[in-house]
Nanobody, 128 residues
Framework: QLQLVESGGGLVQPGGSLTLSCAAS????????IGWFRQAPGKEREGVSC????????NYADSVKGRFTISRDNAKNTVYLQMSSLRPEDTAVYYC?????????????????????WGKGALVTVSS
């Protein structure tokens, strides 16, 4: 069964940190571009970060730039999203997604239409 599973969500105080993991099973992430998305209550889903399949290109939404870091460990078939200096407005369900048919060096920030596989999401709540 081909799937992505997020973990690491939870409740954190403003200014705190969390790291989300996204583990793939049934396929290898080596040739997949990765996107992290989030959807806050009452809002549309937005692209947060991305990594090209090569791993050499990453990008971030302006709202998280300098605070979030995407990384991938192909040996573990896992992608990570390190989040620091968290704010209440970062509260959302976070999804990872993988795209197979994107140029090896392209980072598809926000390109949800291009994603082939999606995780079920991990809730991140930033509150005191």
């Amino acid at each position: 069964q081909l799937q992505l599973v997020e973990s690491g969500g939870g409740l954190v105080q403003p200014g705190g940190s969390l790291t989300l993991s996204c583990a793939a099973s049934g396929f290898t992430l080596d040739y997949y571009a990765i996107g992290w998305f989030r959807q806050a209550p009452g809002k549309e889903r937005e692209g947060v970060s991305c990594s090209s399949a090569s791993g050499g290109s990453t990008n971030y939404a302006d709202s998280v730039k300098g605070r979030f870091t995407i990384s991938r460990d192909n040996a573990k078939n896992t992608v990570y999203l390190q989040m620091s200096s968290l704010r209440p407005e970062d509260t959302a369900v976070y999804y990872c997604a993988a795209a197979r048919y994107i140029d090896y060096f392209v980072c598809p920030l926000g390109a949800d239409y291009a994603m082939d596989y999606w995780g079920k999401g991990a809730l991140v709540t930033v509150s005191s």
